[in-house]
């Protein structure tokens, strides 16, 4: 499928210990076009491999917010935009499905879930036999807008170079049936919480992403610590779609009967 007739994009800031590679596999032709922002120190890295190349330094959102300036007539073709952090492994059949399914259900803002990996939020695993689950949020690593979204939120992305706490903003763009955590679609987390290249760079600054968690919450209000330690810990029960041809599911129990009726006869 040429450029110009991809309706979504994935764009990614990347650095060395890049797995971007994984989402242009080649399992399926792509439904999407590659925007890499390249901010390491190997001049040229994934250039080979992107739709759109730039080179500059810095955060992911701020390097997002960046690119929206410079590039927003690029961005502006598309439909749908995932934004997830290099280091989240994904074939492009999963991707294709991912975007797939985002229209499908009419979202807004959503996420793969994460099948492999670690995680802050244990909500954010993934259900088997679930499609989706709607969600009061989503998390930095690996959001998907659609455009209008994006440009919704952009804003937010400079609000602190951590991107710490923008999470907690963009529920309040959305309405609940606009949001969702895709279960059908699982990625893997390859990096290490808060010891990846990105967290090195911020303490070299003196950037404490706490602080800056904080200052989003003071800023802007509306946290609700409940709800947060639920979703840390994966006890919320949130409204899900299943998938009825999983085990389990109604296709699945429809045929498991009608097997066990003609066993009986």
């Known amino acids: 499928?040429?450029?110009?007739?991809?309706?979504?994009?994935?764009?990614?800031?990347?650095?060395?210990?890049?797995?971007?590679?994984?989402?242009?596999?080649?399992?399926?032709?792509?439904?999407?076009?590659?925007f890499l922002i390249h901010y390491g120190t190997r001049p040229g890295f994934g250039r080979e491999d992107a739709t759109y190349y730039i080179e500059r330094k810095?955060?992911?959102?701020?390097?997002?917010?960046?690119?929206?300036?410079?590039?927003?007539?690029?961005?502006?073709?598309y439909a749908n935009i995932w934004c997830p952090d290099c280091d989240v492994r994904a074939s492009?059949?999963?991707?294709?499905?991912?975007?797939?399914?985002f229209d499908e259900y009419h979202l807004q803002m959503a996420q793969p879930s994460i099948a492999q990996g670690e995680v802050s939020y244990q909500s954010l695993r993934q259900r088997p036999?679930?499609?989706?689950?709607?969600?009061?949020?989503?998390?930095?690593?690996?959001?998907?807008?659609?455009?209008?979204?994006?440009?919704?939120?952009?804003?937010?992305?400079v609000e602190n170079r951590s991107g710490w706490g923008l999470d907690l903003i963009w529920p309040r763009y959305f309405q609940p049936h606009e949001m969702a955590i895709l279960d059908q679609v699982g990625v893997e987390h390859t990096g290490k919480l808060l010891?990846?290249?990105?967290?090195?760079?911020?303490?070299?600054?003196?950037?404490?992403?706490?602080?800056?968690?904080?200052?989003?919450?003071?800023?802007?209000?509306?946290?609700?610590?409940?709800?947060?330690?639920?979703?840390?810990?994966?006890?919320?029960r949130l409204p899900e779609i299943r998938d009825p041809s999983a085990p389990g599911g109604l296709v699945s129990r429809i045929f498991k009967r009608l097997r066990l009726g003609r066993k009986a006869a």
Not at 58 to 77: C, I, M, N, P, W
């Open 58 to 77: 810095g955060f992911k959102f701020e390097l997002l917010y960046s690119a929206l300036q410079t590039h927003g007539e690029v961005l502006g073709r």
């Open 195 to 236: 010891r990846g290249e990105s967290y090195q760079k911020l303490a070299q600054l003196g950037i404490n992403p706490g602080q800056d968690l904080e200052r989003a919450i003071e800023k802007f209000g509306g946290f609700k610590r409940r709800l947060h330690r639920k979703l840390v810990r994966g006890s919320i």
């Open 1 to 34: 499928m040429s450029a110009a007739l991809r309706r979504n994009l994935v764009i990614s800031p990347i650095g060395q210990e890049s797995v971007h590679t994984s989402w242009i596999d080649g399992s399926d032709a792509r439904t999407f076009d590659l």
């Open 129 to 157: 036999g679930v499609i989706l689950r709607y969600t009061p949020f989503v998390e930095v690593m690996c959001p998907i807008f659609t455009r209008q979204a994006f440009w919704r939120v952009s804003p937010t992305f």
């Open 92 to 101: 492009t059949r999963s991707v294709n499905r991912l975007f797939e399914l």
